[in-house]
């Protein structure tokens, strides 16, 4: 077991600093002491990331840490850290993490018994979310589906009959072919289609898939796809589950055991596939 206690010593620790998906003003006081505080701020590009510190008048030392290159910059960052010196993780907009590598890096951290601190700040998923007009009452972040149609029609697939509202990021040169194979795989479903979030040009496009796809192969910026989730009530053969409880009772399953798997499998009542069970 790990337990970290953020705030009850001052000890050498990571920092998981978000920064503005577009606005500048979006960046938090407290994410702007952190990043004066710390001794070295580890980077998706060390260009963007010094205009961002520029911007603050934050002169920082700034390493690169990216998805290519995280066998050298792990065990860079990690010596750093051991050091007894602080490191800020900052991605080019948003979350570290999210959609992005670090996930490593924070591992081999609690490994270590380092603290990784994280903190509130802007993220493109959440921001389209709240304002699709969509359920945020549960929800599923995918981040990006797969560039090739094929695999991405089969993650689709996967994501067909999920109940909850889907969030993807999508490039714009891919946006008209991946609405294509979300209208064959899912249906028409409501979307909202968020672009340029928080910049000047800032838009929501709201309606069914089709009616975005009449308009997608015209807009740029980077994208956040919100989709309704499969609304259809699944029936279920109740009488077919109950063959199912039997035949893991077959298997030498005990028959409450059983009726806990075959309802959790076909998502029925377990009291309702109780009652049929013992009638028969």
Same mark, same amino acid.
């Given at each position: 077991?790990?337990?970290?206690?953020?705030? +009850?010593?001052?000890?050498?620790? &990571?920092? *998981?600093?978000?920064?503005?998906?577009?606005? @500048?003003?979006?960046?938090? !006081?407290?994410? *702007?002491?952190?990043?004066?505080?710390?001794?070295?701020?580890?980077?998706?590009?060390?260009?963007?990331?010094?205009? *961002? @510190?520029?911007?603050?008048?934050?002169?920082?030392?700034?390493?690169?840490h990216h998805e290519h290159n995280q066998q050298v910059s792990i065990p860079q960052i990690l010596e750093i850290l051991e050091e007894g010196k602080s490191?800020?993780?900052?991605?080019?907009?948003?979350?570290?993490?999210?959609?992005?590598? =670090?996930?490593?890096?924070? %591992?081999?951290?609690? +490994?270590? $018994?380092?603290?990784?601190?994280?903190?509130?700040?802007?993220?493109?998923?959440?921001?389209?979310?709240?304002?699709?007009? @969509?359920?945020?009452? /549960?929800?599923?972040?995918? =981040?990006? @589906?797969? !560039?090739?149609?094929?695999?991405? %029609?089969?993650?689709?697939?996967?994501?067909?009959e999920f109940p909850y509202t889907l969030i993807f990021y999508e490039a714009p040169h891919r946006i008209?072919?991946? &609405?294509?194979?979300?209208?064959?795989?899912? =249906?028409? #479903?409501?979307?909202?289609?968020?672009?340029?979030?928080?910049?000047? /040009?800032? +838009?929501?496009? #709201?309606?069914?898939?089709?009616?975005?796809?009449?308009?997608?192969?015209?807009?740029?910026? $980077?994208?956040?796809?919100?989709?309704?989730?499969?609304?259809?009530?699944?029936?279920?053969?109740?009488?077919?589950?109950?063959? /199912?409880?039997?035949?893991?009772?077959?298997?030498?399953? #005990?028959?409450?055991?059983?009726?806990? %798997?075959?309802?959790?499998?076909? =998502?029925?009542?377990?009291?309702?596939?109780?009652?049929?069970? /013992?009638?028969?």
């Amino acid at each position: 077991m790990n337990r970290q206690k953020s705030f +009850e010593q001052e000890v050498a620790s &990571l920092y *998981l600093v978000p920064t503005p998906i577009g606005n @500048l003003s979006e960046m938090t !006081s407290r994410a *702007l002491e952190t990043l004066n505080k710390v001794d070295v701020v580890a980077c998706e590009d060390t260009r963007n990331t010094k205009k *961002l @510190l520029n911007a603050y008048n934050i002169q920082k030392p700034c390493i690169s840490h990216h998805e290519h290159n995280q066998q050298v910059s792990i065990p860079q960052i990690l010596e750093i850290l051991e050091e007894g010196k602080s490191v800020a993780v900052v991605s080019d907009a948003g979350y570290p993490l999210v959609s992005d590598p =670090g996930s490593q890096l924070v %591992k081999a951290c609690i +490994e270590k $018994e380092i603290p990784v601190i994280s903190m509130s700040g802007a993220n493109a998923a959440i921001n389209a979310l709240v304002a699709s007009g @969509l359920s945020a009452v /549960h929800y599923l972040f995918y =981040g990006f @589906l797969d !560039s090739k149609s094929s695999k991405r %029609k089969k993650q689709l697939q996967e994501l067909c009959e999920f109940p909850y509202t889907l969030i993807f990021y999508e490039a714009p040169h891919r946006i008209e072919d991946t &609405l294509q194979d979300v209208l064959e795989v899912l =249906g028409n #479903r409501n979307i909202c289609l968020a672009r340029e979030l928080t910049k000047l /040009h800032e +838009e929501y496009i #709201r309606g069914s898939v089709s009616e975005v796809l009449e308009i997608c192969s015209t807009l740029k910026g $980077e994208m956040v796809l919100v989709v309704e989730g499969n609304s259809e009530e699944k029936e279920i053969d109740m009488e077919q589950a109950v063959k /199912h409880v039997e035949e893991y009772v077959n298997q030498g399953l #005990r028959t409450k055991e059983a009726i806990n %798997k075959v309802a959790k499998e076909i =998502g029925c009542s377990k009291n309702e596939l109780y009652n049929l069970v /013992h009638q028969k």
